[in-house]
């Protein structure tokens, strides 16, 4: 098993970026690929990000394409977004995510049923 905490939330103007943290634990990182999801008030969780477990290969919603960077430091057993010029549509609660990397294929990485272990969220609120 690994354990997921997330961390970097807070609040920032539009236009502003943050980097979220997510530390692991328990397992070797490195054996998982990782993801970001966010969900906010009254919508259904959403896929945001995918890195596979070497880091060599990342998918994004289109929503985050451009602004958004996922990485991971295997050797840190760390992996972030980093949020570009973020925008009104922004704000969540964001949780990462793991799973033994099975998906080749967008839709499975973007599917929340793909992952197996999920930090607790942080949350990111940005203000206009």
């Known amino acids: 098993q690994v354990q997921l905490v997330e961390s970097g939330g807070g609040l920032v103007q539009a236009g502003g970026s943050l980097r979220l943290s997510c530390a692991a634990s328990?397992?070797?990182?490195?054996?998982?690929?990782m993801g970001w999801f966010r969900q906010s008030a009254g919508k259904e969780r959403e896929f945001v990000a995918r890195?596979?477990?070497?880091?060599?290969?990342?998918y994004y919603a289109a929503s985050v394409k451009g602004r958004f960077t996922i990485s991971r430091d295997n050797a840190k057993n760390m992996g972030y977004l980093q949020m570009n010029s973020l925008e009104p549509e922004d704000p969540a609660v964001y949780y990462c995510a793991a799973d033994a990397g099975r998906c080749s294929t967008y839709g499975c990485a973007a599917a929340s049923e793909t992952y197996d272990y999920w930090g607790q969220g942080t949350q990111v609120t940005v203000s206009s």
């Open positions: 890195i596979w477990r070497t880091g060599g290969t990342s």
């Open positions: 328990g397992r070797t990182f490195s054996t998982y690929a």
